[in-house]
């Protein structure tokens, strides 16, 4: 990419917060230009965190379809970037003496806040994990979107001619993270992360691409802040959202280019305008959650599980309360953009992922079975039948009977499970037959939670649902309550994920660590309202420097600690001493093709192609291609190997060599991990004939 073109697609940043304002000004009854409510203004880090994630929400689509199109081309978007950017700015400029006169309080906890999203920024961004390797998701992501950045598509052809089709179209070993399908490859997973990795990689080059989920981060963290003060004290607010920024987790996540951060703001974002919705009684508002709900499945096949638990949280609703019109008005608008937008998902995923949707479509289809019901209890909801078993789901007795069983339940998952279950992967993974230590998982959130936060979470839950139910307090709390506890349910039960840390604590990313710090908060809360003045202050006082001490000391093996720290740089110059113009053989095990060949292919423009030479039928190939091109009149054909090779039957030379280093956490079942791990590989590029 040349200067002018990163400046050009430099355009879209700029628009995403400009293009979320003008259309968030515009909510119902509110004109462009009245000021803007005070919910709206009391909080400019929420404010701006949710102008931007709507801008993220409305030029997702186009540019994702571009992509898929073959067209998308990262300069002529950031112009159009730059168009609305500059557009709304004029505008804007002819409001300044109205927005002059808005003066959001800002008090020491909102001082504290900004500094603790400051440290933060420091931390994801100034250590970010550098992986291009294939081996896990993450470096799939990554390949993924530097050749759409470079390419336009998201569809890249074979490494080999046309001619070669009967060489190598059997035995050249797939990338990781894509599958062949009629004349090229079609990249696995859902699209949109990839795209965005595109344009930051397009903008910034490898400090982009390996940040934007440091920046997502931060936008998720604003959210979840503009969550917490519906919910919360301004105190509790700031506390929980920095919880939640620095801790290990999100750290993790942030740093490494997996699709959980993004998924998490979309769906924060999304349980905030509901939240807002209802209590507003916004249907605008619910319109966009639905938009932001469904973009989450977009970027993740299991986020499908929203529509089914959005309708059991209305029903949930409409049993335990009798629903006003103005919030049934609210819910229907929700279900106008999120149930069109779910089946577009789906839609999308059948149409571009194929592959994708094909091997997950025993996960699908259930779900699809699943919302269908939930859709239909609802409508029975608002028969009679409601009213009649209302008085009964909502006695004290039944009430106090799900606390009973939270609590046998918890305390079953935290201290008996882990010691008489050993639960084993189910034929549906990869990992069929292995031990999944589910049964450790709720002691393993309480690693990087803290018991102390677990445990008050648990409480916060049962107390949102006690005051929703008994005392009508709070009650649009209620389909937060729904998805948070019915994820945490599924994934305490069985993450369905290898059970290598931090690598598992992905599942639990999006929904259950910040929903589980917003119901601690909410026990928090709930506790202090039962102290005297001095009792509460020294209380939180101790709570505090617990978290403090707790959150250091989780982060203390990875505060500085970059993974694969210049790899990207390796990579580069290793792919700078390959040719350009010549099918480059690698001859790898059927594992080894998860790490050094694909970047050297998808992120590089090298016509690498993986050949097993443990099988017989990549032995052949390679016999065959090295005969084919001493035929045609190339004298020699390019070959990479790692450590020694001996060329039986051929005549070789050695013209390069490289030793790729890296340095990565440990990947351990008993988190945290606690050290670093060194690894070194020498490879070698020959070139080989047939003898003389």
């Excluded at 336009?152 to 050249?172: E, K, M």
């Excluded at 599924?490 to 992905?506: D, E, G, S």
């Excluded at 039962?530 to 505090?544: F, Q, T």
């Excluded at 039957?649 to 340095?663: A, C, D, E, M, N």
Aim: proline letters at 6%; one cysteine or more.
């Amino acid at each position: 990419m040349s200067a002018v073109s990163q400046v050009a697609a430099f355009g879209l940043w700029p628009a995403l917060p400009i293009t979320g304002y003008w259309l968030y000004a515009r909510r119902a009854t509110q004109p462009v230009d009245t000021t803007p409510p005070a919910k709206w203004s009391d909080s400019p880090v929420g404010s701006f965190s949710l102008q931007t994630a709507i801008g993220i929400a409305v030029w997702s689509v186009p540019i994702l379809l571009l992509a898929e199109a073959g067209l998308y081309n990262a300069a002529v978007v950031g112009l159009v970037g730059w168009l609305v950017a500059i557009a709304g700015a004029v505008m804007l400029w002819g409001r300044r003496d109205r927005l002059r006169t808005m003066h959001p309080s800002f008090t020491w906890w909102d001082g504290l806040l900004l500094a603790g999203l400051a440290a933060a920024a420091v931390l994801y961004l100034g250590w970010p994990s550098e992986n291009i390797l294939p081996e896990h998701d993450e470096g799939m992501y990554i390949n993924q979107g530097i050749y759409v950045a470079n390419h336009g598509s998201l569809h890249p052809p074979y490494p080999w001619p046309d001619s070669a089709q009967s060489v190598f179209d059997s035995v050249g070993l797939r990338p990781p993270g894509a599958f062949k399908t009629g004349d090229s490859y079609t990249f696995y997973f859902g699209h949109l992360f990839q795209v965005w990795l595109a344009h930051a990689y397009a903008t910034l080059g490898a400090a982009g691409i390996f940040r934007l989920n440091g920046i997502i981060g931060l936008l998720s963290a604003g959210l979840f802040y503009a969550l917490c003060r519906r919910l919360l004290t301004l105190p509790l607010a700031v506390v929980a959202t920095l919880v939640l920024a620095l801790n290990t987790s999100q750290l993790w996540l942030a740093r490494n280019s997996l699709t959980e951060m993004i998924t998490q703001a979309f769906i924060v974002a999304g349980l905030f305008l509901l939240l807002r919705g209802l209590d507003d009684g916004s249907v605008r508002d619910a319109r966009w959650a639905g938009i932001f709900f469904a973009l989450s499945a977009a970027v993740r096949v299991d986020s499908l599980l929203l529509l089914p638990l959005l309708f059991g949280a209305h029903l949930a609703m409409r049993l335990t309360i009798d629903s006003e019109r103005r919030s049934t008005l609210v819910w229907l608008g929700l279900y106008s953009t999120a149930v069109p937008a779910f089946i577009a998902s789906l839609a999308y995923y059948a149409i571009y992922s194929r592959p994708y949707f094909d091997v997950h479509l025993t996960f699908i289809l259930p779900i699809c079975l699943a919302a269908l019901v939930a859709a239909g209890l609802l409508l029975v909801g608002y028969t009679r039948v409601a009213d009649v078993i209302r008085p009964w789901l909502t006695s004290k007795v039944v009430v106090a009977a799900i606390g009973v069983s939270l609590l046998l339940l918890s305390v079953y998952a935290y201290f008996i499970r882990p010691a008489t279950t050993t639960p084993i992967f189910g034929p549906s993974t990869h990992l069929v037959g292995q031990r999944s230590y589910a049964e450790d998982s709720l002691v393993n959130l309480a690693v990087y939670l803290s018991p102390l936060v677990v445990w008050a979470g648990i409480l916060g839950w049962y107390v949102a649902l006690w005051n929703v139910i008994r005392h009508r307090r709070a009650p649009y709390i209620l389909p937060i309550s729904v998805v948070v506890l019915s994820f945490a349910l599924l994934y305490l039960y069985n993450p369905t994920i290898t059970p290598l840390h931090f690598w598992a604590i992905r599942r639990f990313l999006p929904v259950v660590i910040p929903g589980w710090i917003l119901f601690a908060a909410l026990g928090a809360a709930w506790l202090g309202a039962r102290l005297p003045i001095r009792p509460r202050m020294v209380a939180g006082g101790i709570a505090a420097l617990f978290l403090v001490g707790f959150t250091a000391r989780s982060n203390a093996l990875i505060y500085n600690f970059a993974d694969h720290e210049g790899q990207y740089e390796q990579m580069r110059a290793f792919a700078a001493k390959l040719p350009e113009d010549e099918v480059v053989l690698a001859l790898v095990g059927r594992r080894e093709v998860r790490t050094w060949p694909t970047p050297l292919y998808l992120a590089f423009d090298r016509k690498v192609v993986p050949l097993n030479m443990g099988s017989e039928s990549g032995r052949r190939a390679f016999d065959a291609w090295v005969s084919r091109q001493a035929q045609s009149g190339d004298s020699s054909v390019p070959v990479i190997v790692r450590g020694n090779w001996r060329a039986e039957g051929l005549t070789r030379k050695r013209i390069g060599q490289v030793t790729l280093r890296r340095s990565y956490i440990e990947w351990t079942n008993a988190p945290p991990p606690k050290r670093i791990v060194v690894e070194r590989k020498v490879l070698r590029l020959y070139r080989v004939s047939p003898p003389d």
